[in-house]
Nanobody, 121 residues
Framework: QVQVVESGGGWVQPGGSLTLTCVHSGSIFTINAVGWYHQAPGKQRELVAAITSGGSTNYPDFGSGKGRFTISRDNAKNAVYLQMNSLKPEDTGVYSC?????????????WGKGTLVTVGS
């Protein structure tokens, strides 16, 4: 099994920035794409951004963070980052990290518990 842990959430004023970190216990041989998901209060979880082990990124066209959020990864640290700029109150919610299995773990998904982001004045 692969453990996934998110960190970096907190309270920030509108217009501010935060960087979230996702660390997993897999490797480039067992984990392929990693995605950041946002669940606002009372709403369904949605994909914000994803990145493959090769560095290809995906920002859903109607994603809430497109143009403001940037995903990156450091394979040596098994870490994926989400840089969030120009934050808005509607960005409030739990941000979770999903790691997609590869190799022997192909077809499996591993989730962290999430980190809470609150945007308010």
């Amino acid at each position: 099994q692969v453990q996934v842990v998110e960190s970096g959430g907190g309270w920030v004023q509108p217009g501010g920035s935060l960087t979230l970190t996702c660390v997993h216990s897999g490797s480039i041989f067992t984990i392929n794409a990693v995605g950041w998901y946002h669940q606002a209060p009372g709403k369904q979880r949605e994909l914000v951004a994803a990145i493959t082990s090769g560095g290809s990124t995906n920002y859903p066209d109607f994603g809430s963070g497109k143009g403001r959020f940037t995903i990156s990864r450091d394979n040596a640290k098994n870490a994926v980052y989400l840089q969030m700029n120009s934050l808005k109150p509607e960005d409030t919610g739990v941000y979770s990290c999903n790691a997609e299995g590869a190799g022997d773990l192909y077809g499996m998904d591993f989730w962290g518990k999430g980190t809470l982001v609150t945007v308010g004045s």
